[in-house]
């Protein structure tokens, strides 16, 4: 070309025009597969965070005043560190720089400090007299001169003078909307005080006052649930649970030991939500021990076992996670979360064993204060630690049930709700869906094709293909929206005519069949590829009189209601929006795809390898199966390959179609929920970069893998049939 | 008994009894489609019919006897134990019966006499009349009402009731006042208010885009503050105007009586149509027929789409498919061009080969989670961060909407238009580039001149099989900006006129919403049948035009070929 310009037989202006159209082109054939890089890269970038491990890093050590720490804490932002001291004095430092911002002076001398379970900013403070005063942070940022600034200020949510408690040993206050309860103890007498109808800014209304005696030596207290129980916990580990709700039945609902192995007891402490308690003994084990209610009424099991290196003596919960920080005698620290059963990280912090500890409210940073003036900061760097491989394909023990269980449950109201992301039931839910519709689908397409490509007139072939090219453009919505509002309620209401119909419509074909062969030849063969018409009244005929037929089969087999029957006889759930609706329904949002593939390899089996079987004195039928069909088979199994990466991803029939529960019952009877229903269901609702929305986008990625890898290996069996053709 | 046996067996041995289950599966989906799109065409075009309003009187499961209008729905039979089962009358069973018949009647008068839909055993009916003075009113909520017109107040002369032989006459322009006014003030909200709205949110950014940008430019500011105030005067004219109007619209007043003699008073104002469907003719029914299948097509939703039409759906639907092919068509024919005329067939090209084809058979939800993660999330709120920063943080490119589902949609059917494409270039035989090269011209104009107009056929194929693909696409657009109901349509008179930031409505979605979400199924069924006819007959229209498009450029080249 160059040449051609040199010569001067190419102007300019052709020459560039014709090297643009190449480079925007060469673009063009890169977008492609950029595009396709892209989708693969994109899914697999966001869903990559949930792999990468956890980390503690050492962030900040700064001098303070002195004082004799009680409490630490950070604010919600991650700002500012507050620590409460046994004089009485709150003091604030900002986290970035540890410069001090604020000190408060209460004027009390505390000996001992609590949040208030399950706030992060309300703290119970008990003085030397035994007299609880509640105290609230808050952060108030302004910009007067330009630059940002936070300012803590105290509250007092009820009064400004401490409440008197009586004699105090140890104590737990539960705040939950307008209730609060203090549960305390002297020895083994434990005081329970209910107020009701609180409200900030308002003195607490007097208290309901009850008091029980434990079976234990009470050494810490954990309010349960909604305060419905009390676990009373002794220094050696044994348990008292107490019912305390209502108020005026209260009663022990289970007493034992929480020590395993006879190891000894080092740290007890209760979960978020308080459905759990961890337990660490001197062996380095730390057992997750989880109630639950079953028929033998309330009980304790241990859950999960967890193996630190060594022994730890404490433990610190997250507030607003299941996570939990160990740590051992010589002061490091291990971060370790339940439902995945993971030992997410480890730091040699080397933190004095008097030092108070805290997890911030994100659970990002953790901060210690040692008497009398360090503070220590580290970084948590740990944004899903629910999720382990384990977790996420395999059976976990939730808290609150007897036993592992595949469960999918993404969210609830609840603030301290449990997530469950085991991806199994949906990935079951998908493969049964799938199942069912190829189940119905696979045999009608492939005979469909067989025919239309080996028996079928011309005439007829040019106009059914094209309108199994229509099936196949129907949107699925619209099938959706028929198998969910008006097949289901039909198959409710008819079931045995439904089932009756596969019994009945091969039954009257065979039948026919028969009678056609009575016929004379001279008729019947003018008719020769045009079977498919012809039997098509006889089909919608059949159905018909297999509608009427039902409820005769109703009576006869299925004692008159075949619903009850399935239930009773089987133990079959019937619902209305079930598999076997979204079986036919995407049984026909498949036939298409599997139809045309099919028929295509079908009909370019080489005429000549016919012919010949023919020319030996094989029937029609003997070369079809003998030649034809083993020749096209590979054909037919990508048909089926494809067919199949349809049905799994197929969105808007399952959703409309089934009740979208999370199963794991192969019941035809039963509905499912599918990956891809789930995704359509709940992306939108999903916080942006959580743990549920990277767990969403994994359920994407393994849909596009899966769907890839079929396809691939179909359309890679199917360049080989068609090499093999070509060589025939 | 040997005889039969050995007919047996060579009549199997002929596969036979096969070829003819073979033959019975193409006749079943056949069946199936056919089934399924008679279906909704009789049950979407059965809505619209103005059917008779039947006076009938039945005996109530409390034993009284009522009379109720209503138009028949169904009729459906409920077997005896089924009946028995849920607590009916024994004695309402005939003897030896199996099974019992009953009617599903609409019945309206939504907040007078519940409920809207009932069921009426047919035995129970002891007479059913068709008087022609009743009168069916949409009403713009709580659905149709049935009843017989007595009175007219109007608001011009209160102290006159209209009754009597010219009743329906001033009725029916009273209505048509209202729905005169109702027009004035639609186009008063939706066009001069809606329009000040938007420029005065537009003076707003502009100010906080300064202040954020601490910049000196106090004369803009100034001028800005001026603007603003001329603005609101602007609006408090024409708010002064609409109150005006609806005054004016909130003043006449129709009683009708219903079958069980309650007086009620409906507003004209709230009444949209009324007809008096038992006296009128068949001519005069198709009419009507018509009017409601045209305001189906051309009104918006109400009552929370169980009602009224779907115009925004549609509006929605064209425009999204259509920003699509303006994607999909350049994006997919370079490719196809590139893969086809200018790459070197090798191992790359067939991987990429293959992987066009896999992208076909990617679910559709996988391609609305990575829109929405990349488009929506990634590239939308990089977006709003360079240049909505004064809006922030509510999203302006940073929530789904139009732009992100054209585009997810155009990734999602690039494949079609590609492998469309390429058969195309496919079949243009060697010697006409070769023919056309050594005339001289360069590749470039080979392919401009000679190969793209002989592919544009295929080229067209594909584009329409992609956009039927993407019009009947519900899943991804979930993800990336479709909606239950939006508030405005993407393009409006307000600048910049076509607002891709928008979310819209879809015909798919308004089926999988109004199906599956809405309150009132019972009430929204025939909508959705009526939808999905009207999204069938786009989809499959579109099938069709490429199926013969396909047919003709097949016979095309068979000429160039031989």
């Known amino acids: 070309m160059d040449d051609l310009v040199q010569t001067g037989r190419l102007s300019r202006k052709r020459y560039w025009s014709n090297k643009a159209t190449q480079w925007v082109v060469g673009l063009g054939g890169a977008a492609v597969i950029g595009a396709i890089t892209t989708i693969f890269a994109y899914l697999l970038w966001v869903v990559a965070p949930i792999l990468l491990p956890a980390s503690i890093d050492s962030h900040l050590d700064f001098a303070v005043v002195e004082r004799q720490p009680l409490l630490v804490d950070v604010s919600e932002n991650g700002e500012a560190i507050l620590r409460i001291s046994a004089k009485g004095i709150l003091d604030f430092y900002d986290a970035e720089s540890g410069q001090p911002i604020a000190a408060y002076n209460l004027g009390l001398n505390i000996k001992r400090a609590q949040r208030v379970y399950p706030t992060v900013d309300t703290y119970a403070l008990l003085d030397e007299e035994n007299r609880l005063l509640f105290v609230s942070t808050q952060y108030i940022v302004d910009f007067d001169d330009g630059t940002r600034r936070l300012t803590p200020k105290l509250e007092f949510p009820f009064s400004k003078t401490p409440q008197a408690m009586g004699n105090i040993e140890s104590f737990d206050a539960q705040w939950l909307d307008d209730e609060l309860v203090i549960a305390s103890n002297a020895g083994a007498t434990i005081n329970l005080r209910y107020f009701n109808k609180i409200e900030t800014g308002y003195p607490l209304p007097k208290a309901f006052e009850v008091s029980v005696s434990s079976v234990v030596d009470v050494s810490s207290l954990f309010l349960g649930p909604r305060n419905q129980w009390l676990y009373a916990v002794s220094a050696s580990g044994d348990l008292d649970v107490i019912g305390i709700k209502p108020k005026n039945k209260i009663a022990r609902l289970y007493q034992g030991s929480l020590a395993t192995n006879d190891n000894e007891v080092t740290a007890v402490t209760a979960l978020l939500g308080r459905y759990s308690l961890m337990v660490a003994d001197n062996a380095g084990f730390i057992t997750q021990w989880g109630i639950f209610v079953s028929k033998d009424g309330t009980q304790l099991e241990p859950m999960r076992q967890f193996e630190v290196e060594r022994p730890s003596v404490r433990m610190i919960t997250e507030p607003r996670r299941k996570g939990f920080m160990a740590v051992d005698g010589e002061g490091d620290l291990t971060l370790l979360y339940p439902t995945s059963g993971r030992v997410l990280a480890d730091f040699a912090a080397g933190l004095s064993p008097d030092a108070v500890i805290a997890i911030s409210p994100r659970s990002n940073l953790l901060v210690s204060a040692e008497n009398p003036s360090l503070i220590q900061t580290f970084h948590l760097e740990n944004e899903h630690p629910e999720i382990s491989l384990s977790s996420l394909w395999g059976k976990v023990w939730y808290e609150g049930y007897e036993e592992p269980l595949y469960s999918w449950q993404s969210s609830s109201a609840d603030n301290d709700f449990e997530p469950k992301f085991s991806l199994t039931p949906l990935a079951f839910g998908t493969l049964k869906a799938a199942f069912y519709a190829l189940i119905f689908a696979v045999p009608i397409a492939i005979m469909g094709a067989i025919y239309t490509a080996y028996f079928m007139a011309p005439a007829m072939r040019a106009w059914v293909k094209p309108s199994i090219e229509i099936m196949a453009a129907l949107p699925t919505v619209i099938l959706g929206f028929i198998g969910g509002l008006w097949l289901a309620p039909i198959i409710e209401e008819k079931l045995s005519s439904v089932l009756s119909i596969f019994f009945v419509l091969p039954a009257g074909l065979f039948l026919f069949a028969l009678l056609w062969s009575k016929f004379p030849e001279k008729v019947t063969a003018r008719f020769a590829g045009w079977y498919g018409l012809i039997v098509t009244p006889l089909i919608v005929i059949t159905i018909y009189l297999a509608f009427d037929a039902g409820p005769f089969f109703e009576e006869q087999f299925f004692g008159g209601d075949s619903r009850a029957w399935f239930r009773d006889v089987l133990g079959l759930n019937y619902d209305q929006r079930n598999a076997l609706v979204v079986g036919i329904v995407m049984g026909l949002a498949v036939i298409p795809t599997i139809f045309s593939i099919a028929e295509d390899a079908v009909y370019a089996v080489p005429t000549h390898l016919v012919r010949g079987s023919l020319a030996l004195g094989a029937t029609p039928w003997q070369t079809l199966v003998k030649v034809v069909l083993l020749t096209a088979s590979p054909g037919i199994f990508s048909a089926v390959m494809i067919g199949m990466g349809r049905a799994v991803g197929e969105t808007m029939i399952v959703l409309m179609a089934t009740g979208n529960t999370p199963l794991m019952d192969l019941n035809i009877f039963e509905g499912m929920r599918t990956f891809a229903a789930n995704i359509a269901v709940e992306l939108p609702e999903a916080e942006v970069d959580s743990s549920h929305y990277r767990i969403l986008f994994l359920a994407a990625l393994v849909l596009f893998m899966f769907t890839f890898a079929l396809n691939t290996l179909a359309e890679v069996v199917r360049q080989r049939l068609r090499a093999r053709y070509g060589s025939l | 008994m040997a005889k039969s046996n050995s007919f047996f067996r060579s009549w199997f041995a002929s596969g036979e009894p096969w070829i003819w289950m073979n033959a019975a599966a193409v006749g079943l989906s056949i069946s199936a489609v056919v089934g399924i799109l008679l279906l909704i065409a009789v049950k979407g075009l059965a809505h619209f019919w103005p059917s008779d309003v039947d006076l009938i009187t039945y005996t109530t499961e409390t034993a009284q006897v009522q009379q109720v209008y209503g138009e028949f729905v169904e009729l459906d039979q409920v077997s005896v134990e089924q009946f028995l089962e849920s607590g009916g009358n024994p004695e309402w069973v005939q003897p030896n019966a199996e099974i019992m018949d009953r009617w599903l009647v609409k019945t309206g008068n939504r907040r007078i006499s519940a409920p809207d839909f009932r069921w009426i055993f047919v035995d129970q009916i002891s007479a059913r009349t068709t008087p022609d003075d009743v009168m069916v009113l949409e009403r713009i909520e709580w659905g149709n009402a049935y009843g017989v017109p007595t009175t007219l107040v109007t608001g011009a002369d209160p102290s006159a009731p209209i009754s009597g032989p010219t009743l329906v006459a001033a009725l029916n322009q009273s209505i048509a006042a209202a729905n005169d006014i109702r027009d004035q003030i639609s186009d008063l909200e939706g066009g001069i208010l809606n329009n000040i709205n938007n420029r005065l949110e537009r003076l707003r950014l502009e100010e906080r885009g300064l202040l954020l940008k601490e910049s000196e430019d106090t004369e803009r500011l100034q001028e800005i503050s001026a603007e603003q105030a001329t603005l609101a005067a602007e609006y408090a004219v024409s708010e002064r105007k609409l109150r005006g109007l609806y005054r004016e619209l909130d003043q006449d007043e129709l009683v009708i009586t219903t079958a069980d003699d309650i007086e009620i008073n409906v507003r004209v104002a709230d009444i949209l149509h009324a007809w008096q469907p038992n006296a009128m003719s068949g001519l005069q029914k198709t009419g009507q027929y018509f009017s409601n299948l045209w305001r189906f097509l051309s009104e918006d939703p109400r009552e929370a789409n169980t009602e009224g039409g779907v115009f925004p759906a549609i509006f929605g639907t064209v425009l999204m498919v259509l920003l699509m092919s303006l994607i999909v068509t350049p994006f997919g024919v370079i490719a196809a061009v590139y893969l086809r005329e200018y790459a070197k067939q090798g191992v790359l090209v067939r991987i990429i080969r293959i992987a066009v084809n896999n992208l076909a058979g990617v679910p559709s939800i996988v391609y609305g989670v990575f829109g929405l993660g990349f488009f929506v999330y990634f590239l939308g709120g990089n977006l709003d961060q360079l240049f909505f920063p004064e809006s922030l943080p509510a ?168």
Not at chain 2, 449 to 478: C, D, F
């Open chain 2, 395 to 562: 999203p302006t490119f940073g929530t789904p909407g139009l732009v992100w589902a054209s585009l997810t949609l155009a990734l999602l059917t690039v494949p079609v238009v590609i492998v469309s494409t390429e058969e195309g270039l496919t079949r243009i035989p060697r010697s006409v580039r070769e023919g056309s090269m050594a005339l001289g011209a360069t590749q470039a104009e080979t392919l401009f001149k000679v190969i793209l107009p002989m592919a544009s056929p295929a080229i067209l194929t594909g584009v329409i099989l992609a956009v039927a693909r993407a019009a009947g696409e519900v899943a991804p657009l979930m993800l990336v900006g479709v909606v239950k109901l939006a508030p405005t349509l993407p393009i409006d008179g307000s600048f910049p006129y076509l607002h891709l930031d928008r979310k819209f409505m879809h015909l798919g979605f308004h089926i999988y919403d109004v199906g599956f979400q809405s309150p009132n199924v019972e009430a929204a069924r025939p909508l959705v049948y009526a939808t999905a006819l009207l999204l069938v007959t786009l989809i499959v229209g579109l099938n069709l035009t490429a199926i013969t498009l396909r047919g003709r450029l097949e016979r095309l080249y068979r000429g160039v070929e031989s």
